[in-house]
């Protein structure tokens, strides 16, 4: 029966409305009407105290105590009565309405305001991640938790550390500051500040960031990565670094458990390997598994080499592997030259609006394929080339190259060479069904033309004065050329021709059918060609 009196005792205090106060060592204020005071349900052994106008009940021996939703456990509390709050002693547990638990060694709780500061072995668990840290600050009420001496938040594999951090329990966000470090079997991602969320795993990066994946180094100021879909949106110029290449945009898209990725404003890719080759344009997507890129909005391919980069720009242009072609694909280099790498297993492919400039050729045509198994750039439908004050056209062109610079033109069908003399309206020409041509560092050396072939030439005698015009056909023309102007030409076979003086010669005469001089589609300089298309 005493037993049960002071039991009747202890419930009666926690039932009356006693001054409290808003927080610890203030002064003592009323209790809002709507505060709920703290019930003692259960203990070992307690004992009632009263001390300086204050009454206190000391709780020893798994003691349960709780206030609305929100339960407290531990070894022993001491609960003021008077001012509606309590200290706790040794496995320490608050469970917040079964959505967040607390754990730790020391606990002071403030009824009134609801907020528990928490020291020593401090654990909080949402069912998701566990946080421990030895000082947090919990307000029960909203659900946020603050540390300031460092804390450690796990998630399956994945281990998140920072000096500072907040926790809401609404959200389920942590805000990590102050020498953030992330860990999980795939990434490695240091910060100053990070927002984690425990369900959906999603990292928020709001200042300068690397992540770093295998062989892969992300860099950027602004963006999130998702660590259970391994999804990823970065903003403000970020970066990406592998072993083979660098990306960088404005705007990145991710998707690393597919391999793709999307890269938006001013993209730009540069390759480390051989292939030493760099892709320009607004819009650049990828697949890593596949090796593909698909270029487009002002798309531009450099073909870097040491004196002389090649440019290429179309409205798309999409690069994947040689052996995953779905239609055949014949090597046609070991025709004409060496392979210097038979293990290149990579192509280029362009399309419409096709423009190639470098200092020493440049070219248009409607599409365009360069598989870099035989050093080889087919251009297709209109092709026209340009080199010094040479042009050649015909339905179809592949340029051979070596060490990224022309070294062989071949032209099939309908091909057309035509060389201007100095600054005059005079030109050389020379047409067939087939026409090669060799350059020599970037200079045309040769021109050689089979099938039906026809030439003009203009005569020159030792004073570079005009002496006449040469029209001739033969089975094969051959052409040779000394500093950009012809020095002697070689006629194979059916020769049948004819010098007329310059000056008894009518005009239309001085032009092969089919002449077509195209200097004002030339590109004539790498700014021309990155600008928007006609």
Sequence with gaps: MKKLGIFLFIFCCLSFKLNAQNQLGGTNAPIDSNTKLIEFLSAETYNVKKKDSMDYLILVGHVKIKQGKTLLFGDSLILNTTLNQLEGFGNVHINDADSVNTYADYLKYLGNTKKAFLRKHVKLTDGKGVLTTDSLDYDVSVKIGNFKKGGKLVRNKTTLTSNEGYYYGITRDV???KKVELKDPESHITTDTLEYNTYSQLSNFISPTKIISKSRIIRTKNGNYNLGTRKGYLYERSSIDDSTYTFIADEMAIDDSLGLGEFRGNAVYKSKDSLSFDLMANNIKTNRKKDVLLATELPTLLIKQKKDTLYITADTLYSAKVSDLTRPFKSVRDSVGKITDTTLNKYFEAFHHVKIYSDSLQAKCDSLFYA????????????IIWSNSNQITGDTVYMFV?????????VFNNAFAINRVDTTNYYNQL?????????????????????SAENIYFALDDKKKFIGINHTSAQSIEIDFEDNEVAKVK???????????LGQTPKDDMRIKGFKWQEDLRPKSKYEILSPKD
């Design 491 to 501: 006629f194979v076979n059916q020769l049948v021709g004819k010098m007329s003086p």
């Design 372 to 383: 870099l198994s035989d050093s080889t750039i087919r251009l297709f439908k209109n092709p």
């Design 431 to 451: 047409k067939g069904n087939k026409l090669s041509a060799w350059f020599n560092d970037g200079s045309l050396t040769k021109m050689r033309t089979k099938g």
């Design 402 to 410: 070596n060490n990224k610079k022309p070294e062989q033109l071949s």
């Design 175 to 177: 805000i990590f500051r």
